[in-house]
């Protein structure tokens, strides 16, 4: 079975994974006797959060954060771009996922790309440390999918901006000191053009969070009312009426699709296909185990195939001579496969756990604390977050094939 | 058993960028699907002419020695120019002396390699390997076909069906059974008089087989290239693999192309039905389905240049999934080319066959995940039975 990482690797790469997967071996914390959350998405009680958040303290305080990031902004400039080894080797490791994953991977490198200095100097540091949790204010009640229908208002004052509006699914929002927010500056413009990009300060007077739970029971993601919320005029992120064009390169780095993350995983439990065999193998079945039902065992390798394509597939995005009928192609179907390859692998999980898989959170008898059911159902979270399936099928056809829009 | 590793940058360089563009613009001129549908109503089913041409090119002998008149290149090499031979569905038996190639670097002699391997690469020998035997497997413990020792030679029984350009081949490597039981190979000069060669009616018209009947057809002692038996056999096979996918993966872009083409220029209900979802998405996972296969594709060739030995597991990879993306394109194609795809005249047809064929040969997807779901989780319960 595969090691995440198999590729033959220069000398000064190899010698650095070596010391982070030390570092991670000798600091990763303890199993802290509570339930932790499986990702970013179901962070619920204050001392999940705070044991989140310490340990992104402490990588960063060890210097694993922002390796890609200037210097000056509390980043390490390194030229080797050695940040996705880190969060290799965090995955590997399963250690816990690094808690600020929206200012880590979305809002940091987009206020990179978008920045005045003044707000990469005030931003970028404390989104490593995780002193400063960011959540995302895109999809709304009316805006799901078709996200540039968002209605979400923000009018300008003498000293800024006000908000009114309703943004939904907001994960982290209890919890975050700003928001990356979308909203309509110009209603007269067009769909697109009258959007604007902002960071917004979640302690605003006219801020209300309402937790949602999820289909697990599980909280985490929120709804965010804005009544006539004040920001400043600095809030604004690139130029008044550009906020489409820079959401769109927050989701490039939300879906995976540009490298110039901060560091870091979004799940603890990236599953593999490792681990379902080894799941297998304990799982009874007929007399055997799961391992050893013939079905079962050739849908298990369809997964092996896929997991090892997604992995091979990673090295080869990095060469463009292997990209070259379709130079984007890779980077932008990878959020696409990756969310339903861990779907699908749950669910078989659950299906090779037969009976056992119906025992839920908190039964003493679910096998491995009812772990695969959970990620089955949160595995939704992410094939229709950040754009549904479907929606990276629209822009796979129209953007890497030529295929007309649809609509 | 896992994936071995594999080069960060899978060995690329611009010399295989050099191969692919040269070859690609190669093959747009001299084989457009014009001409290949003209080829397959031919006798012959390929052209000579163009032969010589790809022999003189180098791809004959691309990863033969350059001792021999190859090139001395490596299986990276010989995945781009076999993904690109696959998009234009070239007729001309290049994979056979592909095989054939493997074949005597597996197992022949210094001498047998000096004598085969220049008139391979020069295009003057057309040479086969022939994969299957009487029953129609392929695999080591279903080669049924015997050679005895007589009279200072060997004597050959049984049949080997499906070998492409058998009826052209004025040389083919086989699998026989000895009387030890172990496997040899052999390669046999044809024609020969204890040869019955018989040509087969295939579903692909593009790649032309033969049914060959060996009665008691008497070879020399030096036909039998002299190493390994089944070691070789298997060796040749998992290159087999490997090649087989990197063409296959070629025709599900040429396919996928098509259909995309197609579904931009054709318009129902006053709008191109490239903008319906249903079609579009179908397209789609055509696509995904054709990267990620390429991929494995392109992994496994790097593994086979830089860890033969360990080689089997992303070659077996690499056919498996080609073997689920080729046919899964090709069924969209002519779906989605409507009543049209369903003709003669549209090119659909002739990707179909190739991925039938192509799918058929050396082990579909369901036979190697068997073979790696024993990598990845021990016997089956009939296995332990």
């Not at chain 2, 190493?227 to 087989?244: K, N, P, S």
Request: net charge neutral; aromatic share 8%.
């Amino acid at each position: 079975m595969s090691e995440l990482v198999q590729e033959v690797e220069p000398n000064e790469i190899a010698e650095f994974r070596r010391e982070v997967r030390a570092w991670m071996q000798a600091n990763k914390p303890a199993d802290p006797g509570f339930k932790l959350p499986q990702s970013f998405l179901e962070v619920e009680s204050d001392r999940q959060f705070e044991f989140l958040r310490d340990w992104q303290r402490k990588v960063f305080d060890a210097g694993y954060l922002g390796l890609d990031w200037p210097a000056e902004y509390g980043g390490k400039g390194d030229p080797l771009k050695r940040q996705r080894i880190v969060s290799q080797e965090l995955s590997r490791a399963r250690a816990p996922f690094l808690v600020n994953v929206i200012g880590l991977q979305w809002a940091g490198p987009t206020i990179l790309h978008y920045g005045t200095e003044a707000q990469k100097k005030r931003y970028l540091k404390s989104i490593l440390s995780a002193e400063e949790i960011w959540c995302q204010g895109f999809s709304e009640p009316g805006a799901g999918s078709d996200l540039a229908s968002a209605t979400t208002r923000a009018e300008r004052t003498a000293e800024g901006w006000r908000v009114t509006g309703h943004k939904v699914w907001t994960t982290l929002a209890h919890k975050s000191k700003w928001m990356i927010l979308l909203a309509r500056t110009d209603p007269r413009a067009g769909k697109y053009e009258g959007l604007s990009y902002f960071l917004f300060p979640m302690d605003a007077t006219g801020v209300t969070v309402q937790p949602l739970v999820k289909m697990t029971g599980e909280g985490g993601f929120n709804q965010v009312i804005f009544d006539d919320a004040l920001m400043g005029r600095d809030a604004l992120l690139g130029q008044e009426g550009q906020g489409w064009q820079v959401a769109m390169t927050t989701l490039l780095f939300e879906r995976g699709a540009a490298e110039g993350s901060g560091g870091g995983q979004a799940t603890s439990s990236a599953e593999s296909v490792h681990r379902l065999a080894s799941l297998a193998k304990r799982a009874r079945r007929g007399g055997g185990t799961a391992a050893e039902d013939p079905v079962l065992r050739d849908r298990a390798v369809e997964l092996w195939i896929q997991e090892e394509a997604l992995r091979l597939g990673s090295l080869r995005a990095r060469i463009p001579g292997l990209n070259l009928d379709r130079p984007q192609a890779l980077r932008l179907m990878n959020k696409l496969v990756y969310s339903e390859f861990n779907q699908r692998l749950s669910e078989l999980a659950c299906e090779m756990l037969g009976p056992a898989s119906t025992l839920w959170l908190g039964d003493e008898h679910a096998v491995d604390r009812a772990e695969w059911p959970r990620a089955y159902m949160n595995s939704f979270g992410m094939t229709i977050g950040g754009g549904t399936s479907e929606i990276q099928r629209n822009i796979l056809g129209e953007r890497v094939l030529g295929l007309p829009k649809s609509k | 058993m896992s994936y071995p590793q594999i080069p960060a940058d899978f060995g690329f360089t611009e010399e295989h960028q050099v191969l692919r563009d040269s070859a690609r613009r190669f093959l747009e001129e001299r084989c457009p699907i014009a001409e290949v549908r003209r080829l397959s109503e031919s006798p012959l089913g390929h052209d000579p002419a163009l032969w010589k041409e790809i022999a003189r090119l180098g791809w004959l002998g691309l990863v033969l020695p350059e001792a021999h008149g190859g090139a001395g290149l490596g299986h990276l090499h010989l995945a781009i120019l076999l993904e690109e031979t696959g998009r234009r569905l070239l007729p001309a038996p290049v994979f056979a002396a592909m095989l054939t190639g493997f074949a005597l670097e597996a197992a022949g002699s210094a001498a047998q390699r000096a004598r085969f391997e220049p008139a391979l690469a020069s295009g003057d020998l057309v040479a086969s390997f022939a994969l299957c035997d009487t029953g129609g497997g392929w695999e080591a413990a279903e080669i049924e076909a015997s050679a005895t020792a007589r009279d200072g030679g060997f004597v050959l029984r049984g049949i080997k069906p499906f070998v492409i350009a058998g009826a052209e081949a004025g040389l083919v490597i086989a699998p026989f059974r000895e009387r030890s039981g172990e496997l040899a190979l052999f390669a046999v000069d044809l024609p020969n008089r204890g040869v019955r060669v018989e040509g087969e009616i295939g579903v692909d018209p593009t790649r032309r087989s033969a049914r060959l009947v060996f009665e008691d057809a008497f070879v020399s002692a030096s036909a039998r290239l002299d190493t390994g038996g089944a070691a070789m056999l298997h060796r040749v096979h998992v290159r087999g693999f490997a090649a087989l996918a990197a063409e296959m993966v070629g025709g599900a872009e040429s396919t996928l192309l098509m259909t995309r083409d197609y579904a931009i220029a054709r318009k129902q209900f006053d709008r191109q039905i490239g903008s319906f979802q249903a079609v579009k998405h179908p397209i789609v996972d055509v696509m995904i389905g054709v990267e990620l296969a390429r991929t494995h594709v392109l992994a496994a060739a790097a593994a086979l240049d830089h860890a033969p030995d360990s080689a089997e597991i992303p070659a077996r990879m690499a056919k498996a999934i080609a073997s689920e993306v080729y046919p899964v394109a090709v069924r969209r194609a002519v779906q989605l080319h409507g009543g049209y795809g369903f003709t003669w005249d549209c090119d659909a047809h002739f990707y179909f066959k190739r991925a039938l064929w192509s799918r058929a040969m050396l082990g579909d997807g369901a036979h190697h995940r068997r073979f790696l779901a024993a990598e990845l989780l021990g016997p089956s319960a009939e296995a332990r039975a």
